[in-house]
């Protein structure tokens, strides 16, 4: 072959090269909305010539929203599954007047169009030992349907207790749905889901996959806890149905947790989310009386959901933190089991702390996964510096997902302070206005707080070389962890 063939060849390439890099270069520059990100990856990319394109399409593009977005497809939205005469309603009223707070009420409308719901009581229950047995009695009480989600459901003393319940249930004539996530059900052994078919329970795994490695389902997680009885009786937090819950039991593994009995009008928020994701992964759509009644004021809280998710633009859990910190007078206090927060929160939590806000980070000791805690560690050094005061609570570990501010909002549900719940997973929070309520989580914080171990700057600071080298590398990692 002569050398016109090889020149001709050597330009094609080029060209291809070329456009190669100019096309993810731009890429970069329209998608990444952090300059410093966008201006860091146009120049690896330009300046790592054949491989640099090739890595930003490797890790550089973010698949997660977009295929989100594909496997949603026009799938409905969660507000659109209400029945009409409620979006009547909520026309009509428009936004609440609410006592306190209002600016982040307004915000938070913005946020998320749902409504602020008066009249709801939330009850909080500690742990298995007093979680379970309500929930199990209202569902041995349930007369028309049960609808129950969870990320992790063991096949052990409590997961088979309430299959035994769940299939008294439908033999009563109750409808039945239970919604459990794809890679949670990989995480009991034995599985409960030959227990559920050999019970005949009517059940579905959010994006389950028999190949668990493939990525797309590892990083968009149904991780809402969500029950609904009769469509009134409502049940949330952060609580998955597993026996290390039940301290009773003494299990080998215990965890503490926290989760709360809504009763109100609020508990539609709970079932439409539910309906939604049901729809997503069954099709069916969950409609009528039996899912949806008139629901009547049972107490004094204001609240609403916050489903999240990375099919949506805006996560509207970690906007509304954003907005309660930036909100904040008093105090804010922050109880998560894992706290790898991004640096727009970790910036303004510091914020709020520089200008005379009490903050409270409460985190346990150990948590069930190391290397979550120890990519936390530069973030609760730089929180500390800035005087935010970092409490370590000892064992049992402490699986509660808690945050109150001034004494009259909360957020309660199963979010955590991590890039997996406020980016990858699907979540369900509350939003509470009440003080009687906010009144009680402060108590349940002062408890942790009573019994934890005050972490200083200067002992996060004086970390030895290797530790913080170690820190620092699994810190790369926050995005995923």
């Given at each position: 072959m002569g050398t016109a063939f090889w020149d001709t060849s050597l330009f094609l390439l080029a060209a291809i090269q070329f456009a190669a890099m100019a096309a993810a270069a731009i890429h970069a520059l329209l998608t990444k909305s952090d300059e410093r990100a966008a201006a860091g990856w146009v120049g690896f990319i330009l300046l790592v010539p054949f491989v640099g394109w090739i890595v930003y399409l490797m890790f550089g593009v973010n698949r997660i929203q977009r295929r989100a977005r594909?496997?949603?497809?026009?799938?409905?939205?969660?507000?659109?599954?209400?029945?009409?005469?409620?979006?009547?309603?909520?026309?009509?009223?428009?936004?609440?007047?609410?006592?306190?707070?209002?600016?982040?009420?307004?915000?938070?409308?913005?946020?998320?169009?749902?409504?602020?719901?008066?009249?709801?009581?939330?009850?909080?229950?500690?742990?298995?030992?007093?979680?379970?047995?309500?929930?199990?009695?209202?569902?041995?009480?349930?007369?028309?349907?049960?609808?129950?989600?969870?990320?992790?459901?063991?096949?052990?003393?409590?997961?088979?207790?309430?299959?035994?319940?769940?299939?008294?249930?439908?033999?009563?004539?109750?409808?039945?749905?239970?919604?459990?996530?794809?890679?949670?059900?990989?995480?009991?052994?034995?599985?409960?889901i030959p227990l559920l078919e050999e019970q005949g329970i009517n059940y579905a795994r959010f994006l389950h996959s028999f190949m668990p490695w493939r990525m797309p389902y590892l990083n968009m997680r149904n991780h809402q806890k969500i029950m609904v009885v009769d469509g009134r009786h409502g049940f949330t937090g952060g609580m998955n149905i597993a026996e290390g819950n039940v301290h009773a039991l003494n299990p080998k593994k215990a965890i503490r947790d926290c989760h709360f009995q809504v009763e109100g009008p609020v508990v539609a928020h709970l079932m439409r989310t539910f309906a939604y994701e049901w729809n997503f992964t069954t099709d069916e759509v969950l409609e009528g009386d039996d899912w949806f009644p008139e629901i009547g004021q049972e107490g004094d809280v204001i609240a609403r959901g916050l489903p999240a998710g990375p099919d949506l633009g805006l996560n509207p859990i970690r906007w509304t933190l954003l907005g309660a910190i930036a909100e904040a007078q008093h105090n804010i206090r922050i109880v998560t089991p894992y706290f790898i927060p991004d640096a727009t929160l970790r910036t303004n939590l510091s914020l709020a702390a520089m200008r005379g806000v009490i903050v409270d980070i409460i985190l346990p000791e150990k948590s069930n996964l190391r290397f979550c805690d120890w990519a936390a560690a530069p973030a609760l050094e730089w929180l500390a510096r800035s005087g935010c005061r970092i409490w370590k609570t000892g064992a049992p570990f402490d699986h509660s997902k808690v945050m109150t501010v001034d004494g009259i909002w909360a957020t309660i549900g199963s979010a955590n302070w991590d890039d997996r719940s406020l980016r990858l997973n699907f979540e369900f929070n509350l939003e509470c206005y009440g003080s009687s309520f906010a009144a009680t989580l402060d108590q349940l914080i002062e408890r942790r707080i009573s019994t934890a171990r005050p972490v200083s700057h200067e002992e996060l600071a004086g970390r030895a070389l290797p530790v913080r080298i170690r820190d620092a590398i699994f810190r790369l990692g926050a995005p995923y962890l």
């Open positions: 594909e496997l949603r497809g026009d799938k409905q939205d969660p507000f659109l599954l209400e029945p009409p005469e409620h979006g009547e309603r909520r026309q009509r009223e428009g936004t609440l007047h609410l006592p306190a707070l209002e600016s982040l009420a307004r915000l938070g409308q913005r946020i998320l169009p749902e409504s602020f719901e008066p009249g709801n009581s939330v009850r909080l229950l500690l742990n298995g030992d007093e979680a379970y047995p309500v929930m199990l009695d209202m569902i041995a009480r349930a007369e028309r349907s049960i609808a129950l989600s969870t990320y992790i459901f063991n096949n052990d003393h409590a997961g088979r207790k309430f299959v035994s319940a769940l299939a008294e249930a439908m033999a009563r004539g109750v409808r039945v749905r239970l919604l459990i996530d794809g890679v949670g059900s990989w995480y009991s052994r034995p599985s409960i």
